[in-house]
């Protein structure tokens, strides 16, 4: 027997399927990643149009069978659809980054309370930030997926010997490999300099969520991130970053 299922969640993607079809990617906040087919959903008059949009946040309900791992939709309706982030480019990018981010990092069918509020946390923020704030604003809550999905970047002490590294240099040494700060002594190949308020700025996002990355943090962030991901997530290049503004 299906069971119906009733959820809230976050359109992380869509593939069109058929004439009148799609399959969505949704991230619930009750039963985490999801992959659902919306039969007829494309044809003008089903309820379901414009609902399974990009970023949209909805309530669904959805048929749960055991043996298969895509499921049914049978209604979607919007909670809300985000209008001041889907008319600016640059925000559609920033949102982009993260939905990427969780649709390729996410289990399926595994809850995640932690990573769903912070995805729904940054669309509320967005919506709200101005076009120069988006950089920051994607930056600060890609480090803290990153803390959600189990590689916080070690930055208290050398991450190899766990001595303190000092902070006297405008820059301090970062290991990829490692995943967090190094001291002289425990260099390697993957080895970064950071400026040393880079460091400050990850250390704040962390402390409080709020934090506010200066223009050289982004430019470290820029440099760092994408082998920092590549390395920790399994050859993880996320495209939609590249075109980040
Ligand atoms: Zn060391």
Redesign the pocket.
């Given at each position: 027997m299906p069971v119906i299922v009733k959820a809230q969640g976050i359109v992380l993607n869509t593939t069109l399927f058929r004439e009148t079809s799609l399959f969505a990617t949704i991230f619930t906040k009750q039963h985490g990643k999801v992959r659902i087919l919306a039969k007829g959903c494309r044809r003008p008059k089903s309820k379901m149009c414009g609902a399974l949009e990009r970023f949209n946040i909805i309530e669904i309900i959805f048929y749960k069978r055991e043996s298969k791992d895509t499921y049914t939709i049978s209604d979607a309706t919007i909670i809300d659809d985000l209008p001041r982030i889907r008319t600016r480019p640059r925000a559609v990018n920033g949102a982009l980054v993260l939905c990427e981010f969780f649709l390729r990092t996410l289990p399926n069918e595994d809850p995640d309370y932690r990573s769903y509020t912070i995805l729904e946390g940054f669309l509320n923020q967005l919506a709200d930030a101005d076009d120069d704030h988006v950089k920051t604003l994607t930056f600060n809550c890609l480090l803290r997926a990153l803390a959600s999905s189990g590689i916080r970047p070690h930055l208290e002490?050398?991450?190899?010997?766990?001595?303190a590294?000092g902070y006297d240099n405008a820059t301090v040494d970062f290991s990829v490999s490692g995943g967090g700060i190094?001291?002289?002594?425990?260099h390697d190949s993957t080895v970064v300099p950071l400026h040393a308020r880079t460091v400050q700025d990850l250390r704040a996002v962390y402390d409080k969520n709020d934090a506010l990355l200066s223009e050289d943090t982004i430019a470290d962030l820029e440099r760092l991130i994408p082998d920092y991901l590549a390395y920790h997530l399994n050859g993880l290049r996320l495209n939609s970053l590249k075109q980040l503004r």
């Open positions: 002490t050398c991450v190899r010997c766990n001595h590294v190094v001291c002289a002594h425990d």
